[in-house]
């Protein structure tokens, strides 16, 4: 009898312990997730430009067997595109500096 509670009590601190530690990892996982986004928020920040993925930064698309080139549409030869998310993320930087140039 008291070898099987003291068995109940093993398994539970098992099971408490294998609770802890998917927690931890959960937690892990989501710092390295909002890492990353933090991240990526911040290559926005600095570089809001992307190369064109569609003409690959040529500015025009050249297709084999065709002499001209037509200009590539999606960045209509500048070779770069605004990346997404980088008009967001600079109009909040802007809304903040704001906030705090009003502040004082
Ligand atoms: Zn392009």
Redesign the pocket.
């Known amino acids: 009898m008291i070898r099987r509670i003291v068995l109940l009590a093993a398994a539970l601190a098992v099971l408490k312990l294998a609770v802890l530690f998917t927690h931890a990892a959960l937690v892990i996982q989501f710092l390295i997730a909002a890492g990353l986004v933090a991240v990526w928020v911040l290559t926005l920040l600095v570089k809001p430009f992307g190369r064109?993925?569609?003409?690959?930064?040529?500015?025009?698309?050249r297709r084999p067997g065709s002499s001209r080139a037509p200009v590539?549409?999606?960045?209509?030869?500048?070779?770069r595109?605004q990346r997404t998310g980088s008009k967001a993320v600079h109009r909040v930087r802007r809304q903040v500096a704001a906030h705090w140039r009003g502040a004082r």
């Open positions: 064109c993925w569609l003409c690959g930064g040529k500015g025009n698309l590539c549409p999606l960045c209509h030869g500048m070779k595109r």
